[in-house]
């Protein structure tokens, strides 16, 4: 802004004697502080997502590595029995989740909530949910923290920070994509082998990143990394309300982002992606699909806060799957909230209750301090629904430099 002549003003002249102008301009700033107080915290609390995804120094996003990465996502050649691949528990039709409750990988046949074991194979279930891959670019980031990429929280217990680490842990797990094939040891080795060994991927590599050598555990990584940050849903209604238009959430989801604030759960869901990114004991019932109680970060029950976005097409809800609408997981902070109803079992409306395994002294307070009484939890749930964006990448490649059906096998 250009600068403009300052005028010397004499009050007297105009008509306005000082100790009332003081008086008026005390007035305005009074009814400016009390605007500023009154207005919703949880849109102090809440933002859009960036139109920018960050990226570590050491992998930018370029074309080749995303090319490359997403040949690699869908190929079940980073299997064991090169059954399985990064899609299968991450397939758009399914907002970049699987549409199971616990997912299902090694040995598996078939996608999304028909996927089962093929015949006469181990059925070795995976612990957890899978969590959608969409706008994971943006993990860590909340309404205080802007991490860096290279230290972005991953999983639900935490165990791993940056996109680049997290790409290579179900390559070595048993349930997820190793099978008996080899040895969690032995697992990413295997597979970089596996590829040097394809003249298809060599040159991909050599494309991406250079060198001499190209196909390494690093560069996998990161070329997996760089595809998936490019999976981004940034413009829900949600975010074009926050950006400034006002028509983009209707009445219902207005009110149900003030229930939001007021009840207590932008707490934990806050900043861009609706989360702090911090563990939580809530004491979600037990999967019975599981031989063995999951104690989470610790041996505490507590894990990560999830996002929220995009829930309409990522559910079963919760670290287990435990709940398969938004309506049973408010049902759930109900219960928490007003005592827990019965422990480890269901309400008398095939609602399940709190894991008896957690003392209620254990849970949280946030969690249990939430003001779920009274109406309005229709609202609320509508509110959550404006925080989807269908409109992300649902690209299938044609074909996989390894031959291997894309994806992964889905018949016997």
Known sequence: MRN????????????????????????????????????????????????????PPDNPTTPDRVALGRLLFWDPILSGQRDVACATCHHPEFGYADGLDLSIGANGIGAGAARTFAPGEPARIVKRNSQTVL????????????????????FWDLRVKSLEAQALEPIKALEEMRGSAYTE??????????????????RLFAQAFGGKAPVTEQNLAKALAAFERTLVASNAPFDRYMRGDTSAMSPEQVRGMERFQSAGCVNCHSGPMFSDYAPHVLAVPDNQKLAKSDAGVN?????????????????PYMHNGAFTTLGEVVGFYQRINRGGGRRGGGDGRGARGI??????????????RLNMRGRGQGDLVAFLLALDDAAFDRTVPFRVPSGLPVGGRLTP
């Open 185 to 202: 040891d032995h697992a990413v080795r295997s597979v970089v082998a596996r590829l040097n060994a394809n003249a298809e991927y060599r």
């Open 135 to 154: 706008n994971v670019a943006y993990n860590g980031l909340t309404a205080t923290a802007h991490p860096a990429a290279a230290a972005a929280p991953m």
């Open 299 to 315: 041996q505490t029950y507590a894990f990560r806060t999830p996002s929220l976005r995009n829930l309409r097409a990522t559910g």
């Open 4 to 55: 403009l002549p300052q005028r010397r003003i004499d009050w007297k002249r105009v008509g306005v004697h000082l100790p009332a102008l003081v008086l008026v301009a005390t007035c305005v700033v009074t009814l400016v502080s009390t605007v500023a107080v009154s207005r919703p915290s949880a849109q102090a609390q809440l933002a859009a997502l960036p139109t920018e995804v960050p990226a």
């Open 355 to 368: 894991n008896p395994l957690v003392d209620r002294d254990r849970i949280d307070p946030l969690a249990r």
